[in-house]
């Protein structure tokens, strides 16, 4: 009868292998504690119940039986030694004494099926318990970001192997990884400088911020010389390598939701109810890809919160070249609006297929906001889309994604809000789904045609 507990047990444990991660280990004990002595107790309850009959009845059964049984018993031995001449009345008594036993027989069966369906049913609801505390146990865990050790790390990464590497950042390599819970997980290795400490206390204090367009921090590990930060793992690598990359290709679609998908992540981390918080390094390397390739915005060490709208002095320009507001170059003051300008130029190559700075004909470095405003003033707008969508767009929702990312790049003040963004990039892709709804329609129609 303690089976159902034990299960409980067995099945809690993978959950709690995350617990290298000691305080959630602690704080998540309270629960699955409760509901195991809660479950156990009521394992107990019913579990009382399901033994009684299963055991007893039988004992009981045997007991009583024979007691009702004994005086027939002993008769039937006292018939037999009392010879044939007995037999009529010796073979109606044994009759009785069969039909008693039948009955007796039937009365157990259902007694025992009866505790098998209750047993079953128990089984069933306290599983059911299980999955839900399992369930709540790796919600927990996710929403949790926590201090691991150096040793976690290097289990994770296989000593730092180098096949495992999977990027290079100004920061240092990133090491693909799996956690003792088996979670997949990108590991940052930094080497430790004089900005190290501040970097690692703002990355830390933006853990909490959760989004299904951000990509999430799930520990970190202050070493010595070094320390870790430990990212959910996005498999499909960074929006660079597949707007660029030999062998790999985004259709229109994709690019609109991968365009939407992060619009809706900064629209996010703008209105944060604790104070906007400002990304300050959009870009495509920035941009993450999951496993159904929804983007993930990822890096927010250049991060700072400050109230919505007010802008805040930075005694440096952050960021990286080609995605900086000019605005923000001159002045260093800190706003929303500077996000919304990267991710313009992000919404260009996305358009485009193009480096967020070209060399045209001339030897002069173009910025690709001022190339489409040229391309658009010559009225050759559709010159601006990726050669490697092969016209497979709408260009209805080319233009007005198009219309929406210059918004986005032009003056400060005739910026749209990432809100803006969002419903305008849903209406794109609501009239480029309706063109690929047509389009599938027309050729269902021309293959019986
Ligand atoms: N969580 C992650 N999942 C998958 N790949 C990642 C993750 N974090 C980083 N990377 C990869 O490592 C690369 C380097 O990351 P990073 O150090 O942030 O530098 P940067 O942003 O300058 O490229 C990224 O471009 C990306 O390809
Ligand atoms: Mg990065």
Redesign the pocket.
């Known amino acids: 009868m303690a089976e159902p507990a034990k299960g409980r047990a067995d099945r809690g444990r993978p959950a709690r292998g995350g617990g290298g991660l000691g305080g959630a280990d602690r704080r998540r004990s309270w629960p699955r504690r409760g509901r195991q002595d809660h479950g156990s107790s009521r394992a107990g309850a019913a579990g009382a119940r399901p033994t009684r009959p299963r055991e007893q009845p039988g004992r009981a059964d045997e007991g009583g039986s024979s007691r009702r049984r004994g005086r027939p018993g002993r008769s039937r031995l006292a018939a037999g030694a009392a010879g044939a001449g007995l037999a009529g009345s010796g073979g109606s008594r044994r009759y009785g004494a069969l039909l008693g036993c039948l009955v007796v027989a039937v009365i157990i069966g259902v007694v025992v099926i009866f505790c098998h369906f209750r047993r079953r049913k128990y089984k069933i609801e306290s599983s059911k318990k299980d999955i839900e505390v399992a369930e709540a146990s790796v919600e927990y865990e996710e929403l949790t970001c926590k201090q691991m050790s150096i040793k976690e790390i290097y289990n994770a990464t296989e000593n730092l192997r180098l096949s495992n590497i999977?990027?290079?950042?100004?920061?240092?390599k990133?090491y693909?990884g799996m956690l003792a819970n088996g979670w997949s997980v990108?590991v940052?290795h930094i080497i430790k400088n004089e900005h190290a400490e501040t970097f690692l206390r703002e990355v830390t204090s933006l853990s909490h911020v959760r989004h299904p367009n951000l990509?999430s921090l799930r520990g970190y590990c202050d070493g010595q010389d070094e320390c870790f930060l430990v990212?959910?793992?996005?498999?499909n690598?960074?929006l660079?390598?597949w707007l660029f990359g030999k062998d790999k290709n985004l259709s229109w679609i994709q690019r609109l939701q991968i365009a939407l998908g992060s619009a809706c992540g900064l629209w996010f981390l703008h209105i944060y109810p604790e104070g906007c918080i400002v990304h300050r390094?959009i870009k495509p390397?920035?941009i993450?890809l999951g496993v159904d390739m929804e983007p993930k915005l990822?890096?927010f060490g250049l991060s700072r919160c400050m109230d919505i709208g007010v802008s805040h002095v930075s005694s440096e320009v952050r960021g990286t070249f080609g995605y900086v507001d000019p605005e923000y170059r001159h002045n260093h003051r800190v706003h929303a609006a500077g996000d919304v300008y990267s991710f313009g130029m992000v919404l260009l190559q996305l358009l485009s297929g193009k480096r967020a700075i070209n060399i045209q004909n001339t030897t002069k470095p173009i910025s690709l906001d001022k190339m489409a405003s040229m391309l658009i003033r010559e009225g050759n707008v559709l010159e601006f889309a990726d050669p490697r969508l092969n016209g497979e767009y709408s260009e209805e929702a080319f233009d007005l994604s198009l219309k929406l990312a210059l918004s986005c790049t032009g003056h400060k003040q005739q910026r749209p809000s990432m809100e803006q963004v969002v419903s305008r990039l849903e209406k794109a892709l609501e009239i480029s789904m309706g063109d690929d709804d047509k389009r599938n329609t027309i050729s269902f129609v021309d293959s019986f045609a």
Do not use: P
């Open positions: 999977i990027g290079q950042g100004v920061a240092g990133v693909k990108a940052k990509v990212y959910e793992l996005c498999v690598g960074n660079s390598e390094d390397t920035n993450l990822a890096d």
